[in-house]
């Protein structure tokens, strides 16, 4: 597989949560307090320019998983593109820096530019509840 980007990878494990009444205050893979954080998400959306968002997820500092929930990144996806974009239809292939994310909001940046400080996600995870108990959910990790 070729490398994308020339940064070192950061974030060990991502999820896209597709479940919109779970929002995963609890880590599904150590079950650990996951806190807020905010990125610049870089999302190929089929034959276009990537996009860059700056989006609120989860993150859990202790198994450095990721979790971005997709009913809002379509949501801002929407309000930026200016129809409603689905996610099978794009891609969300790691983050940039901030200060590369500013940049990119006051001047256009290239393709080349945005792949070149990319930094790609190391694996990507599909969690699905293993069973549904009222008011405890069991999740178990699927490879992909």
């Not at 079950?31 to 905010?38: D, G």
């Not at 990537?50 to 990144?73: F, T, W």
């Not at 940039?96 to 006051?106: A, H, P, Q, Y």
């Not at 190391?122 to 108990?133: A, G």
């Amino acid at each position: 597989m070729k490398r994308i980007g020339k940064v070192a990878r950061r974030y060990k494990f991502f999820f896209l949560n597709p479940y919109q009444d779970v929002r995963f205050s609890y880590c599904p893979k150590c079950a650990s307090k996951t806190k807020l954080r905010k990125v610049p998400l870089v999302i190929q959306i089929e034959s276009q320019q990537p996009m860059v968002i700056n989006k609120s997820c989860r993150y859990c500092p202790s198994c450095d998983l990721l979790i971005a929930h997709r009913d809002e990144v379509e949501k801002q996806l929407s309000s930026l593109i200016g129809q409603h974009q689905s996610v099978e239809s794009s891609n969300i292939i790691g983050i940039i820096e901030k200060s590369e994310w500013r940049r990119n909001t006051s001047e256009s940046m290239k393709t080349t530019e945005i792949f070149d400080g990319l930094y790609v996600f190391k694996q990507v995870l599909r969690f699905e509840p293993s069973t549904w108990i009222k008011l405890n959910v069991q999740w178990k990790g699927i490879e992909s």
